[in-house]
């Protein structure tokens, strides 16, 4: 029961983190019909940004409240600035042309951001995997019996800070004129703009939003795994993208509830089966809920004109 106990603790961890970057997916997904396939890449740039304002702040400043802080603040508003360039330079010229091209340009843009940032140049960090600097110091918050749970203080801050994060994105989704601007885009974003809503500000907006939380999601990813690598936006991309299409793509709290279902399911193959099964198994659940439920978990199949 105790290692059940643990397991859960660490899927749900390792499950806030997908559903942060899952999230960006649907949000794109959901105004633009399109799988922004740079967006784990974003994430990596995220890490890059926040590990190089730890270092900036030096090892008693990040350490501290303010200094965390500053760090997300960095590294979000960064990635918000630069998914604002990617739409508008790279995906809205392209958005009356087929979906194919779009999609396209997307990859394109993952493989330019995950194998440039490889390059040792300037101020490109290179190949090697870096250790993530400790602006969280580990600490057990809670210990049952004889050290059969434990629960870490990055977890519950993680978890805390991704809750937060999700229900304040819930709010301004379906609490705010903003977010009823962005459903309405959602639904048809020609009818919007002839209705006056400003659709390319609306899109841009989205595009921020879902890199500044894809920033935040990289850094708690970070802190939990310490090893940074450009190539650990494909993974983690790949990962939260996954968890987006079991829950159903273009459905925000699907993409919450399949993330979370898909951490679960990682951490239990690790716990009672082998970790080497891990990719395995989340991919051939991805298959066997698309088999059952083709638009996902809380998608609908929507019949198309061709």
């Known amino acids: 029961m105790a290692q059940l106990l643990q397991h859960l603790i660490n899927g749900l961890a390792a499950g806030t983190i997908y559903a942060l970057v899952a999230l960006g997916y649907t949000m794109v997904y959901g105004v633009l019909k399109l799988i922004n396939f740079a967006h784990g890449d974003v994430m990596m740039v995220g890490v890059y940004m926040g590990y190089a304002t730890a270092f900036a702040l030096g090892r008693e400043a990040r350490g501290s409240l303010v200094g965390v802080a500053a760090i997300f603040a960095?590294?979000?508003?960064?990635?918000?600035?630069?998914?604002?360039?990617?739409?508008r330079f790279a995906y809205r010229p392209l958005r009356e042309k087929p979906?194919?091209?779009?999609l396209i340009t997307a990859i394109g843009i993952s493989f330019a951001l995950?194998?440039?940032?490889?390059?040792?140049i300037g101020f490109l960090p290179g190949a090697s995997p870096r250790a993530f600097p400790e602006i969280i110091e580990p600490t057990e918050w809670l210990i049952i019996g004889d050290r059969d749970v434990v629960v870490w203080n990055w977890q519950v801050i993680s978890f805390l800070i991704?809750?937060?994060?999700?229900?304040?994105?819930?709010?301004?989704?379906?609490?705010t004129r903003f977010g009823q601007a962005m459903r309405a885009v959602s639904w048809d974003h020609r009818v919007a703009a002839l209705m006056g809503i400003p659709t390319d500000r609306v899109i841009a907006l989205t595009f921020m939003l879902s890199s500044g939380l894809a920033a935040g999601a990289g850094l708690l990813?970070?802190?939990k795994d310490t090893s940074v690598s450009p190539l650990m936006g494909l993974y983690v991309g790949?990962?939260?993208?996954?968890?987006?299409?079991i829950g159903g793509i273009g459905h925000?709290?699907?993409?919450?509830?399949?993330a979370l279902v898909l951490g679960?399911?990682?951490?239990?193959?690790?716990?009672?089966?082998?970790?080497?099964?891990?990719?395995?198994?989340?991919?051939?659940?991805l298959i066997l809920v698309l088999l059952v439920k083709p638009g996902g978990l809380f998608g609908r199949v929507a019949a198309e004109k061709v």
């Open 99 to 102: 979906r194919l091209t779009a």
């Open 74 to 87: 960095v590294a979000m508003l960064g990635c918000a600035l630069l998914g604002f360039l990617f739409e």
């Open 114 to 120: 995950s194998y440039g940032f490889q390059l040792d």
């Open 221 to 223: 990813y970070a802190i």
């Open 162 to 175: 991704a809750v937060g994060l999700m229900v304040g994105l819930q709010y301004l989704v379906f609490s």
């Open 264 to 285: 679960l399911v990682e951490e239990f193959v690790v716990g009672y089966a082998a970790s080497s099964w891990r990719d395995a198994v989340a991919f051939g659940f």
């Open 252 to 258: 925000v709290p699907g993409a919450v509830i399949g």
């Open 238 to 245: 790949l990962k939260a993208f996954v968890a987006a299409v």
